[in-house]
């Protein structure tokens, strides 16, 4: 079974960094794109960032500039590089891939469970 582990949540001061981390595990064949989505409360999961098999990305506009999305295909695993962090980036970080577990499978999603990102003084 494929499962998505992530890490490298937790609290910050405006202005600071994070790196948070997604290891795919288990049955995988192919792994199409990975991204990461957030939740504040109260709010709508939104997307913030995603890589394709291509290597090309695509950002929310309100990270542009301060988010940084890559991946290892040898490694099945993605990360999102967060810099100059505000309040607003408060939210619960998903991670997503878009992966096909076996050569006769089809394409499906698979969510991880979330890391918490606070951004706060």
């Known amino acids: 079974q494929l499962q998505l582990v992530e890490s490298g949540g937790g609290l910050v001061q405006p202005g600071g960094s994070l790196r948070l981390s997604c290891a795919a595990s288990g049955t995988i064949f192919r792994i199409n794109t990975m991204g990461w989505y957030r939740q504040a409360p109260g709010n709508e999961r939104e997307l913030v960032a995603v890589?394709?098999?291509?290597?090309?990305?695509n950002y929310a506009d309100s990270v542009k500039g301060r988010f940084t999305i890559s991946r290892d295909i040898a490694k099945n695993t993605a990360s999102l590089q967060m810099n100059i962090l505000k309040p607003e980036d408060t939210a619960v970080y998903y991670c997503?891939?878009?992966?096909?577990?076996?050569?006769?499978?089809?394409?499906?999603?698979?969510w991880g469970q979330g890391t918490q990102v606070t951004v706060s003084s």
């Open positions: 997503k891939i878009i992966a096909r577990a076996r050569y006769y499978s089809g394409m499906n999603a698979y």
């Open positions: 890589i394709y098999s291509s290597g090309s990305t």
